[in-house]
């Protein structure tokens, strides 16, 4: 097959409604990304480009076959592991007042940074699922060595962006290994095996892993009010801004608190405040039905893959856009600790747009790459 054959077959027998759903999110990203843009930094600019090469990136992505790729993990896992050890020692610190301090990003020429955990996400969803897949083949769950290598192989990426100090990473790290096990039937007794091991261990984390600012973030997301101009102000602020958007909002570009940026990182992890305020309660539900939609989409597409391998890396991108989702609207909502968790396709960050459409790319290449796309193509074929 040439390549503009190949080019051709991928326009015509992608998933038109994944394209649009997607389509439709990036313009919805935008506009609120233009909103918060327009009495501070030029946010906007360094989105639409993330997002333009992102879609190039998705593009070309989808006529590869996620098998290729999947039989690269030995290069894909290095190249991954290279980069967070590569951000740990000359990387970007960020240090704040209150403890914080984290080596996240990798600062390349023109003053551009990256932060190569974003690109690390999409590549262990791969590497993670040749691993589940291999195993399911010879009924390894049973082996009590392989299932070990197989949770130090989850552990990796966990590890490398505590030290970091990009907990957050580690977390949605953690959540993409759960889900990707729990639909590879990984018997359940590991999973209350972990469960009772992060009990046990809760205590000593709390002493002797966790920073000063950290357990200060859980207690006072217990009650943001006792310390409402330092570490509740993000929160309180937060609250107060998606209330008062009531259910219309001011209209996109009239918010006054967005205006002013009142409510920190706005552009970024507290986003759906400035939806709040400015779209009101329609906004808000339209983000999240947008959301949902993606995420059934490629469930579907999961439960047509007819292999297990796809269908993995499928619910591996479940689990990262559910966990960042959850993590984000939770800190947003006062629900959970603010933990430096982006909302996907939604806050800006040029590093976690660009890759995230990576990941719309694969799932996409396992929609075509599926046995029914395959067969049609071949009746096509035998046809001329």
Known sequence: MNLFKLISNCVRYSDKV???IIILISTYSLFLVKSISRETFNYFTVQFLSVLMGFIGAFFLQALDYKVLASWWKWIAAIGVFLILCTLFVG??????????????IKLPGGITFQPSELVKIGFIVTFAHHLSELKKIDGFKDLKKITLLGLHALVPVVLTHFQGDDG??????????MMAFMAEVPLRYFIAMLVLAVISAPMMWNFVLADYQKRRILTQLNPEADPLNMGYQQIQGKLSIGSGGIFGYGLFQGPRVANGVVPVQESDFIFAAVGEELGFIGCILLLGLILAFICRIGFIACHSGESMGMLICFGFIGLIVSQSIFNLGMCLSLLPVMGVTLPFFSVGGSSAACLYLGVGIVQSVYLNRDETRKFLNTQEGKK
Do not use: T
């Not at 970007?92 to 990003?105: D, F, L, P």
């Not at 990473?169 to 993409?176: E, K």
């Open 18 to 20: 994944l394209w649009i």
């Open 92 to 105: 970007v610190k960020v240090e704040g007042s209150m403890g914080i301090n984290a080596r996240a990003w």
């Open 169 to 178: 990473a580690a977390i949605i790290f953690l959540c993409i290994a759960l």
